[in-house]
């Protein structure tokens, strides 16, 4: 497998020593508070994350929270919280902590203000005392515009600002520049003066209010966090050039930069809240695992290896680290194929069902479902075993865990045999046949030798055959009278899952009751 490629990690500006190992990658996963953790989000932590565990390196969660005016209160914490649920552990952030902190840049203003004065010490940068309108239009104005504008000295800057002077303080481009770099996903990428903006078009990187700009924050950040790879939207690629020019102003070495293709919906267009489920909340309401949402994310916009057959698809969170590689993901925007949703979550559910380790946490989300289907005192009288067994059942049929109660009650209810899938089904059964399959059925099921899924599997089968009303009659028959049900699980199952003697009562009671309720 070919590794990512690991750049060493940027000089740290304020003295800090980086200690990403040479081989681990250090990344960040940077969202601004605005709003909801999307599905385009999720996969942008994702790959961070893959990334940094299969290099063994170190994923860190930063709140970007410098644009004030667009903060949504409890935004930062229910990202936090969704990430959390989706298995994203960050290794630093402004929950675990960590030797680069604080990972909120709100906390961190001092530093960015630090390295602006630096850059306007070195002139690299020049306050701008122009009012907001006037600079806009300047900004789509020529050079002629530009060159009008002479920033004041340093004395009469200090003057102004002691007269309490609005201005922001903006990076010098250098006109006519070209700029490129090697894109993790894209390949070289070239920006050519046209294509960045006209010389009024010096970046800001501090704002009236004092505050950074994204730009600085973001740069200064990624230098100060010993951060060598960016996994980011590729929405962020118009923001190459400023952010070179600032690496190069600060003198530090960029990171590697790999900018991942957009999802969008089927017909194009940008994933948004119209186009319905884009919040990582929305699918966690629906009662969807986090697995199956992570593995549905990680095969958008991915090459997987063995991308062929539907199984193939089943990916766990150690599958996907340790399958992770840059040049594997995709050049071309993705859509989400939620069509393989349901199937994801059932394999999902059932890995965890049958997995001692997530078993436990399964029976304390199946308990009050139960509760509220069965009604407590019924759920209650049920043995966890019991549960879990028929849970394990009931969830190869279901497409989530809210589900499964309900797809398994007739274990611990008396089927309803005059229900309407029931009795279509009891139809295609020949009424002789269901009644000598029924009258023979208890006196196998009592002898058998050992009440084992293996061993009752394979002595039905062999019972089954030597039936002479056929096999299909044989099998409807006990799953009628087991379950009264038309599909579901191998009738040997269920008969385990019910035990012997409950399995007994039910083939002499199922026959009883189709007795009494035959047509005339
Ligand atoms: N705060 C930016 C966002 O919300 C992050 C951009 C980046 O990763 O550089 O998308």
């Excluded at 010096?202 to 100060?224: C, F, M, Q, R």
């Excluded at 060598?228 to 600060?250: D, N």
């Excluded at 884009?278 to 593995?295: F, I, K, M, S, T």
């Excluded at 399959?437 to 099921?445: D, I, K, R, S």
């Amino acid at each position: 497998m070919l590794a990512p490629s690991v750049r060493r990690c940027a000089a740290s500006q304020l003295g800090r020593t980086p200690t990403a190992s040479a081989s681990g990658a250090r990344v960040r996963f940077a969202p601004s508070p605005t709003g909801y953790l999307h599905v385009g989000g999720l996969r942008t932590a994702l790959f961070n994350y893959l990334l940094a565990r299969h290099t063994q390196g170190s994923c860190i969660l930063r709140i970007e929270d410098t644009d004030q005016t667009r903060l949504v209160p409890g935004a930062a914490d229910a990202l936090q919280d969704a990430l959390a649920w989706a298995g994203i552990e960050c290794d630093e952030g402004p929950r675990q902590g960590g030797a680069y902190g604080p990972y909120v840049q709100s906390e961190r203003l001092p530093i960015y203000r630090t390295y602006a004065e630096r850059l306007l010490r070195a002139g690299r940068a020049y306050r701008d005392f122009r009012p907001p309108v006037q600079r806009e239009a300047n900004a789509r104005a020529s050079a002629l515009l530009r060159e009008a504008y002479l920033p004041p000295t340093e004395d009469e800057a200090q003057e102004r600002i002691a007269r309490g002077e609005p201005y922001v303080v903006r990076l010098r481009m250098e006109p006519g520049r070209t700029f490129t770099y090697e894109d993790g996903v894209y390949g070289t990428m070239t920006f050519r003066p046209d294509m960045i903006g006209g010389v009024g078009d010096d970046p800001i990187i501090i704002k009236s209010d004092g505050w950074p700009t994204y730009h600085l924050a973001s740069v200064v950040d990624d230098t100060e966090m010993a951060i060598t790879h960016v996994l980011r939207g590729e929405e962020w690629l118009p923001s190459m050039p400023k952010h070179l020019a600032l690496y190069e102003a600060i003198e530090a070495k960029p990171p590697m930069f790999v900018h991942l293709p957009l999802l969008i919906n089927a017909d194009g267009s940008k994933l948004s809240k119209r186009s319905g489920d884009v919040r990582v909340e929305d699918y966690r309401a629906r009662g969807l695992e986090p697995e199956a949402l992570v593995n549905l994310v990680a095969l958008t916009g991915y090459n997987h290896q063995h991308a062929d057959a539907e199984e193939s698809d089943v990916l766990s969170m150690a599958q996907l680290i340790d399958e992770f590689e840059l040049r594997r993901i995709s050049h071309s925007r993705a859509t989400l194929p939620t069509e393989k949703l349901p199937f994801l979550n059932r394999r999902h559910m059932m890995a965890k069902m049958h997995d001692t380790h997530t078993r436990p946490a399964m029976l304390a989300r199946l308990r009050p479902v139960f509760d509220t289907e069965l009604g407590a005192d019924t759920a209650r009288a049920i043995p966890d075993d019991k549960l879990l067994e028929t849970a394990t059942l009931g969830c190869q049929r279901v497409d989530t865990l809210a589900e499964v109660p309900r797809s398994v009650a007739y274990f611990f209810q008396q089927p309803d045999w005059g229900a309407d899938e029931c009795r279509r089904f009891r139809a295609s059964v020949k009424t002789p046949a269901f009644e000598s399959v029924l009258h023979n059925a208890p006196a196998f099921f009592e002898h058998v030798d050992a009440w084992e899924p293996v061993a009752l599997h394979a002595a039905l089968q062999a019972w089954m055959k030597a039936q002479p009303e056929g096999r299909a009659a044989v099998q409807k028959s006990l799953r009628i009278a087991l379950s009264g049900k038309s599909a579901g699980p191998p009738v040997a199952e269920i008969a385990h899952a019910l035990g012997q003697a409950q399995t007994v009562a039910r083939l002499h009671a199922a026959l009883a009751w189709d007795t009494a309720h035959r047509m005339p």
